[in-house]
T-cell receptor, first 111, second 115 residues
Framework: AQSVAQPEDQVNVAEGNPLTVKCTYS??????LFWYVQYPNRGLQFLLK??????LVKGSYGFEAEFNKSQTSFHLKKPSALVSDSALYFC?????????FGKGTRLHILP | GAGVSQSPSNKVTEKGKDVELRCDPI?????LYWYRQSLGQGLEFLIY????????KSGLPSDRFSAERTGGSVSTLTIQRTQQEDSAVYLC?????????????FGPGTRLTVL
């Protein structure tokens, strides 16, 4: 069965430090992978996606994610965190036009 | 505006009443999705429309929930005989054509509170 896991409910990072939000998936065949962000009191926004090609995908607000097929992971990264990055982040996997979202990881950037 | 809109933004109702939630997708987007987001939970898929038809209704939690889409545009999610466990934020999203590689654009949500 298709699934996606975000093993951390919350991640705390000091401002200026690199951040990683983890995501692993289970799907047969080649997946399409997405990251979405939900800022406080706002709707979800698309950040980036992996479809095919280069394993390192760059997205909005300086975020990037690396597709690792052998580890079935798609971790979200940013070299230098900003306080404004504090939000709820969702990983999603889509296969055969059926999308599944992870439970979300709350990212706190500490000033 | 050019984004997905939802109304009302907040709805408070009494247990047992029916509610209707509305979604206006981005113009030209043929795929429309409804999700539910409960406190501390992730996004729970409810239903997906391609045009006016719903090929995937697998997420509707009970027969009290129904949805329709008319004219390939506006969609309405109806919850009959609301229960307290229906309290959540209901999110609508649209995408260009429902293909797996297209990202979804989300509305701001409707916060439903059932007393």
């Amino acid at each position: 069965a298709q699934s996606v896991a975000q093993p951390e409910d919350q991640v705390n990072v000091a401002e200026g430090n690199p951040l990683t939000v983890k995501c692993t998936y289970s799907v047969s065949g080649n997946p399409y992978l997405f990251w979405y962000v939900q800022y406080p009191n706002r709707g979800l926004q698309f950040l980036l996606k992996y479809i095919t090609g280069d394993n390192l995908v760059k997205g909005s607000y300086g975020f990037e994610a690396e597709f690792n097929k052998s580890q079935t992971s798609f971790h979200l990264k940013k070299p230098s965190a900003l306080v404004s990055d504090s939000a709820l982040y969702f990983c999603a996997v889509d296969r055969d036009d059926k999308i599944i979202f992870g439970k979300g990881t709350r990212l706190h950037i500490l000033p | 505006g050019a984004g997905v809109s939802q109304s009302p933004s907040n709805k408070v109702t009494e247990k047992g009443k029916d509610v209707e939630l509305r979604c206006d997708p981005i113009s030209g987007h043929t795929a429309l999705y409804w999700y539910r987001q409960s406190l501390g939970q992730g996004l729970e898929f409810l239903i997906y429309f391609q045009g006016n038809s719903a090929p995937d209704k697998s997420g509707l939690p009970s027969d009290r929930f129904s949805a329709e889409r008319t004219g390939g545009s506006v969609s309405t999610l109806t919850i009959q005989r609301t229960q307290q466990e229906d309290s959540a934020v209901y999110l609508c999203a649209s995408s260009m054509d429902g293909s797996s590689y297209n990202e979804q654009f989300f509305g701001p949500g409707t916060r439903l509170t059932v007393l």
